[in-house]
T-cell receptor, first 109, second 114 residues
Framework: RKEVEQDPGPFNVPEGATVAFNCTYS??????FFWYRQDCRKEPKLLMS???SGNEDGRFTAQLNRASQYISLLIRDSKLSDSATYLC??????????FGQGTTLQVKP | GAGVSQTPSNKVTEKGKYVELRCDPI?????LYWYRQSLGQGPEFLIY????????DSGLPNDRFFAVRPEGSVSTLKIQRTERGDSAVYLC????????????FGPGTRLTVT
């Protein structure tokens, strides 16, 4: 079983749609949680950190449920420029990042 | 300012050859990480340096892989007797300090073993 599991998709949605991605992790000792974005043939870039209290950054909302070991990302009012792969990431106390497979989002006009 | 740079951007080599991949972290970043990303997968951790020492090399797949960071800045990932299964994008990331999780990634080196 992979340490971080994501549905690879692809998710094909129209512009303006709301889309949600989920991720589960197996190591209950994981301490920090993130969503990274990766464009085709580019490096991953930090999108946002994820906290138990939930956090929002513009159209993006991330949520963590430690009891269920579950992380989510909600994107509202999707834009064409949101098309990318979204990587769910967990970390222990050393800074080593464990990535999920990534979920591909394609926003269509 | 300058980000993480990696050279070469692409490397094609024959099975059995030796390769070196270089990473220049962001100036002042003390922590440096190497990851490997195969097609359709997320990056997979290889090794982490804090300063000059390898703090965690648990992700190196076997003893053909080795990495150094002799002066605590530039790092080189070395792969001996390359195999076709080593073909992947090798990503380097750096962060300001140990345990600081905002890691900044370089553009990667795309390694193809023929």
């Amino acid at each position: 079983r992979k340490e971080v599991e994501q549905d690879p998709g692809p998710f094909n949605v129209p512009e303006g749609a709301t889309v949600a991605f989920n991720c589960t992790y197996s190591n209950s000792a994981s301490q920090s949680f993130f969503w990274y974005r990766q464009d085709c043939r580019k490096e991953p870039k930090l999108l946002m950190s994820v906290y138990s209290s939930g956090n929002e950054d513009g159209r993006f909302t991330a949520q963590l449920n430690r009891a269920s070991q579950y992380i989510s990302l909600l994107i509202r009012d999707s834009k064409l420029s949101d098309s990318a792969t979204y990587l769910c990431v967990v970390a222990g106390n050393t800074g080593k990042l464990i990535f999920g497979q990534g979920t591909t989002l394609q926003v269509k006009p | 300012g300058a980000g993480v740079s990696q050279t070469p951007s692409n490397k094609v080599t024959e099975k059995g050859k030796y390769v070196e991949l270089r990473c220049d972290p962001i100036s002042g970043h003390t922590a440096l990480y190497w990851y490997r990303q195969s097609l359709g997968q997320g990056p997979e951790f290889l090794i982490y340096f804090q300063g000059t020492g390898a703090a965690d090399d648990s992700g190196l797949p076997n003893d053909r892989f080795f990495a150094v960071r002799p002066e605590g800045s530039v790092s080189t990932l070395k792969i001996q007797r390359t195999e076709r299964g080593d073909s992947a994008v090798y990503l380097c990331a750096s962060s300001r300090r140990q345990g600081s999780y905002e890691q900044y990634f370089g553009p990667g080196t795309r390694l193809t073993v023929t």
